[in-house]
């Protein structure tokens, strides 16, 4: 946009750029959301709001079945960190498919901030895969429902937040949960193993630094999705390369997997690709509907995720597995009212005692008529 003065008039002239200039990719319209080829803004809400949410828990229950089904069989438990090693291999050659189908290909974030946010990434997913060697699948489940507790105590110790009373009342809502359901876990199950405890909140302290991290990296540096995936998934591929060969567990690994190729590489890769479809809904979900409405359909995903473990895969079962979830969804649930309190008025007592009052009036008026 040029100004011109001439004669103590302003002219302002505006160049509009030729159709053939294509915006960048990182810059596009709200309106254009396009998920797996399929563009949701050719359709209206309520279409929009089931296909995402069908996307999220088609593939993310398919996700979980695998990975419980992976770790099923027999002999397959200490390998953990190769199963992550392919996973992060499959993660690479996605992200690099799909940044090939953009114009811009250009790699904006330092490389730097990529090793940190590729060495979060291992230690989240590493760690989370390793512990369904020591731990049931619905447990595990549990506690990554559970990432506000590492990000409220980093917030206290790190940055001296002070939260209100729903973020406490989560807080402790879910630590009970989590302590009711593993104490549960480890009365009845044969396989409960306190490694496991301590591999998943290791994952998930990870999980609440990564997410930070990738978000102020994205919006400082504009950098896209795929972007994001390639490079963050390759430099984790080769860190767990280098681990697992100077540990010398790569060796028999590949041997053990080599032996059951199909029940390995191909579930594995089946189970890739689902969680890699899913995160695409569920950003989709959040861009469209927001946070609220997108902590709600994954929950209930996890919700139902578990039941289905249970269904499919024998283990034992007590309905303090019951009443200690619900304790963690109620968590959840003020943790997200806490964030919304705007959007979401619950009555307060008063407004319930009036309401009740009136309630009572017109029912005797109604009699006395």
């Known amino acids: 946009m040029d100004l011109k003065f001439n004669n103590s008039r302003k002219y302002i002239s505006i160049t509009v750029p030729p159709k053939t200039q294509t915006m960048s990719p990182h810059i596009k319209s709200i309106d254009d959301i396009v998920v797996l080829g399929i563009n949701l803004s050719r ?20 996700y979980g079945y695998l990975q419980e089904l992976i770790f099923s069989m027999e002999g397959f438990k200490s390998y953990g960190w190769y199963l992550t090693l392919v996973q992060f291999a499959f993660y690479s050659i996605f992200g690099l498919i799909e940044l090939q189908l953009i114009q ?6 330092p490389g730097k901030t990529y090793m940190i946010i590729a060495f979060l990434t291992v230690g ?4 989370s895969n390793t512990s369904l060697g020591y731990l049931n699948y ?19 110790f790190i940055q001296g937040k002070r939260y209100n009373i729903a973020d406490v009342s989560a807080a402790v809502c879910m630590s009970l949960g989590l302590i009711w359901f593993t104490l549960a876990d480890s009365t009845i199950a044969p396989n409960f ?6 591999l998943i909140s290791l994952a998930l302290c990870a999980d609440a630094v990564i997410g930070n991290v990738q978000e102020k990296a994205m ?5 896209s999705n795929s972007e994001m995936v390639l ?3 390759s430099i984790g591929f080769v860190y767990i390369l280098l681990g697992l060969t100077c540990t010398s567990g790569l060796g028999p690994a590949v041997t053990f997997c080599s032996k059951n190729p199909i029940q390995t590489y191909g579930y594995a890769f089946l189970f890739s690709l689902t969680g890699y479809f899913g995160i695409s809904f569920v950003l989709a979900l959040i861009k ?16 139902m995720t578990i039941v289905l473990s249970f269904m499919f895969f024998a283990k034992p079962f007590t309905f303090q597995y019951v009443w200690s979830g619900l304790l963690v969804v109620l968590g959840i649930f003020l943790n997200v009212y806490s964030k919304n309190m705007d959007k979401i008025r619950l009555p307060s007592l008063y407004d319930l005692i009036n309401k009740t009052v009136e309630m009572r009036k017109s029912r005797t008026l109604a009699q006395t008529v």
Request: charged share 15%; hydrophobic share 50%.
């Open 138 to 156: 619905p447990t595990q489940v549990i506690f990554k429902c559970c990432k506000l507790i590492p990000v409220m105590l980093g917030g206290v």
């Open 104 to 109: 811009d290909k250009r790699r904006r974030i």
């Open 231 to 233: 490079y963050s998934y």
């Open 193 to 198: 193993n306190l490694t496991g405890v301590i």
């Open 219 to 223: 919006k400082l540096h504009n950098a």
């Open 43 to 62: 359709f209206n809400k309520l279409t929009q709001f089931f296909i995402c949410v069908a996307g999220v828990f088609i593939f993310y229950l398919i």
């Open 288 to 303: 469209i509907f927001g946070a609220l409405l997108a902590v709600t359909v994954t929950t209930g995903r996890k919700a």
């Open 124 to 127: 989240t997913m590493g760690l």
